[in-house]
């Protein structure tokens, strides 16, 4: 069985060099290693050879001596990169949302505001999907809501002394540079 290498010449080697120094400059560093595994491929080096020099995946190399067999540099450039695909589908995603719009309170839970951790127990418990409390704020931007903090104020304050204690008191408590460089 004969190894996979490139289809190419010296002219090509030559135009691909100076593709990988502009992909160098250009900070596209992944899109180098791949123009410098052809490059290596054009000269003969086999695909284990390849994955050695270069320190990459040796699974990577017939890949992507294929693409670039297939598609050119085209099939060297970077391309969108989606991730991992939704474990909930857009209507579980509708429902949600229709969820969170009824309220806690209308759901069964005893409080009036929603939290990253509420919501995570509704996730798992209607649709059957684990995510991390820190994720549902992503999956919340992603289906159009907003995660809403609360600013915190003393009902029984006085005005007046809240003003004098943020001007004068709390700057004061502050450490000065004098302070900071010892």
Do not use: C
Not at 94 to 113: C, K, R, W
Not at 149 to 163: G, M, Q, S, V
Request: proline residues 4%; aromatic residues 8%.
């Amino acid at each position: 069985m004969q190894a996979l290498s490139a289809s190419g010449n010296k002219r090509t080697v030559a135009k691909l060099i100076d593709l990988r120094k502009q992909a160098k400059q250009e900070n596209e560093y992944r899109v180098a290693t791949r123009l410098h595994a052809i490059i290596l491929s054009l000269e003969g080096y086999p695909p284990g050879s390849i994955a050695h020099i270069l320190k990459a995946n040796r699974t990577s190399i017939p890949e992507w001596i294929n693409k670039w067999n297939l598609h050119g540099v085209d099939g060297l450039l970077e391309g969108y990169r989606s991730g991992r695909k939704s474990n909930l589908t857009s209507d579980d995603k509708q429902a949600l949302y229709d969820i969170i719009e009824s309220g806690p309170v209308a759901y069964g839970f005893n409080t009036g505001i929603w939290t990253s951790p509420i919501i995570k127990k509704v996730i798992e418990d209607e649709f059957g999907v684990r995510y991390h409390a820190a994720h549902v704020r992503k999956l919340l931007h992603q289906i159009g809501l907003s995660v809403q903090r609360p600013t915190y104020k003393l009902a029984k304050a006085n005005p007046k002394e809240r003003n004098k204690w943020i001007r004068y008191t709390y700057p004061n408590l502050k450490k000065t540079q004098q302070e900071k460089k010892r």
